[in-house]
Structures are given as structure tokens and as C-alpha cells.
């Protein structure tokens, strides 16, 4: 039997399989079971739950209500970089009319909503009060390689500086399309 992950939603499922999982969540066979999705990839699996996942789509939390128990904090600052990173590039080609139509404006959206949305999750791990995030907050070799390079891109001002401005980003990038 795999090794049964657990998710708070299938877009967090599918982001967990894009980071260890070398041929990514493109592979990935997903089923309907009694207690919820399995996204199934290898050897390894993720249950999502069908309460979370509708709890997710109701509350309109990308990655889920609560903590996550797939991605450690360092995990989702890498992956709001990444997602802000696509953004910025979309966002550029779409205001140069490189990339138009409505496909593309909803990727740029959509990428900027996504890293706002994960560095959220990350400033979730920080206990109450705290600027730094505790060593034990970082189970995976991603996470603690950043965590031992760039600390100074963990701290709870710098993610709360991020958070601004991914949110800032994409109102200005929608605000573009009324013009």
C-alpha cells in the first residue's frame, strides 16, 4: 500500500505532487473514493477528503482550511515565488500585447491570486507573536535548504510584505483590463 498523504484540498494535493514528484501532478490519476479524491502518482498518494475539498471551494481557500501537513512553510514560499515569478512574465506579455485574449488574462490573475494565496499559507506556521518561524516548522529538504541559505526570506515582515504585494499586484493588473 503507498504512502497516503493528506490534503485540505485537490489543488493543494496536485502542488504537493508538482514539488516531490519528479515528472510532476501531470501524471497523476485522480479517483473518487468513499472518504474523498485520491490523487495517485508512483508509489505515493493524497487523500482529500470530500468535507475539505468543499469546505475549500465554499470558504474560497485555494489550498484549504487549516494547516497543511503536505508543504512546510519554506515549500510555500517557493511556491508563491514560483507562481509570482509566472505572473510577472504574464502580466508583461499581456500588457505588451504579446499574450491577449481572456486565457491569458485569467492565468496572470490567476498566478498572482495563487502566490498570494501560498505565502499565506506559510505566515500560517508562525506561532502567535513570533517573527521567525521555529526550526521544527520545516520538515522538508526544501524547505530547510532555504531556511539555512535565505532566512531573511522567512521572516513573518517579509512575508507579510510579499502578501501585500502579490494582493497589490493583481488589483493593478485587473485594473489594467478597465482601462
Known sequence: MPE????????????HFDLVQPQGSAAAELTHEPDGLVLRLGGAEVLVPYEAEEAAREEGLTFGAGLSE????????????????????????????????EDAYQRVTTNWRFAADAVAEAL????????????????????????????????????????????????????????
Open 70 to 101: 503536505l508543504l512546510d512553510p519554506g515549500q510555500w514560499t517557493l511556491v508563491a515565488a514560483t507562481y509570482a515569478g509566472r505572473a510577472l512574465e504574464g502580466g508583461l506579455m499581456y500588457a505588451a500585447g504579446v499574450a491577449s485574449g
Open 4 to 15: 497516503r498523504g493528506l490534503a485540505r484540498s485537490l489543488v493543494e494535493a496536485y502542488v
Open 124 to 179: 500560517k506556521f508562525f506561532p502567535e507573536g513570533a517573527a521567525e518561524l521555529p526550526a521544527e516548522a520545516f520538515w522538508s529538504e526544501e524547505g530547510r535548504t532555504l531556511r539555512a541559505s535565505e532566512p531573511a526570506r522567512l521572516t513573518r515582515e517579509k512575508l507579510e510584505r510579499d502578501l501585500i504585494f502579490y494582493r497589490r499586484s493583481l488589483t493593478d493588473f485587473q485594473r489594467l483590463r478597465t482601462r
